[in-house]
Every structure is written in structure tokens, then in C-alpha cells.
């Protein structure tokens, strides 16, 4: 068995700590509402790649466009939620584009996470 769901799902533990240290800055420390919708966006997230991960974990044979899905989805909100957070930090951020870049890859991760599972359940013969 792979230890990649295993590892998509540290990635995501790792993204829900940090959406909560953004909701705790954007409440107390950094007024921002980019940092408020960076938190929900990286909680979000957080909680759809573990709940792909702990699929893909039971799925014999889990898909590889499902791990595709979720590698993408993981990298997408790390980018999204990065742009938002340099911007909040740093009004001047150089990092323009990467949003758009980051949110675009988060929609289709979720597509490809999609294509994946239903790929999978159409193949299972049980």
C-alpha cells in the first residue's frame, strides 16, 4: 500500500494549522479580510484532502488521477492562500498572478479528484 494518502494527509494537518493562525491573526493581531478568506480557504481545503487521502487510503486500487487530484488540489491552496497572505503582510507583494494560478488549480485538483473517484467506482466490481 502507498504511503502517499498518508503523507497528502500531513500536507493537509499542516494546512489546517496554519489556516488557524491566520483566523487567529486576521481576529486579533492583522485585521485583513484577505486573511480571513485565506484561513477558510486553507481550512477547507485542509479537510477535502484528508477526506480524499482517507479514501484513497481504502480504495484497492486507488486511482492515480485521484492522487493527481489531490497533489493539485494541495498545491493550488498553497499558492492561493499564499498570494492572499503576502498581500495581507506586505500591501506591495510582488506576487500578483499567483492567486488566479493558485485558485484555478484548486477548482481543477477537485475536478481531477472527481474524474478519479468516479473513475475508480465505475471500474470496482465488488
Not at 493537509?12 to 487567529?24: C, D, N, Q, R
Not at 484532502?49 to 486500487?61: E, K, Y
Not at 492515480?64 to 499558492?79: D, V
Not at 477548482?107 to 470496482?124: K, P, Q
Amino acid at each position: 500500500m502507498t504511503k502517499a494518502p498518508q503523507i497528502f494527509a500531513g500536507f493537509a494537518a499542516l494546512l489546517a494549522a496554519a489556516g488557524v493562525a491566520e483566523a487567529a491573526a486576521a481576529a486579533h493581531a492583522l485585521p485583513s479580510p484577505l486573511l480571513k478568506t485565506s484561513s477558510e480557504f486553507l481550512l477547507a481545503n485542509a479537510v477535502g484532502i484528508v477526506a480524499l487521502s482517507a479514501f484513497a487510503q481504502t480504495a484497492i486500487p486507488a486511482s492515480r488521477l485521484l492522487y493527481f487530484g489531490i497533489a493539485a488540489l494541495l498545491l493550488g491552496t498553497l499558492l492561493f492562500s499564499g498570494e492572499l497572505t503576502s498581500h495581507a503582510i506586505f500591501p506591495q507583494s510582488p506576487l500578483v498572478m499567483i492567486a488566479p494560478i493558485g485558485g484555478s488549480l484548486t477548482i481543477l485538483g477537485w475536478l481531477i479528484a472527481a474524474a478519479g473517484l468516479f473513475g475508480g467506482a465505475w471500474r470496482r466490481r465488488d
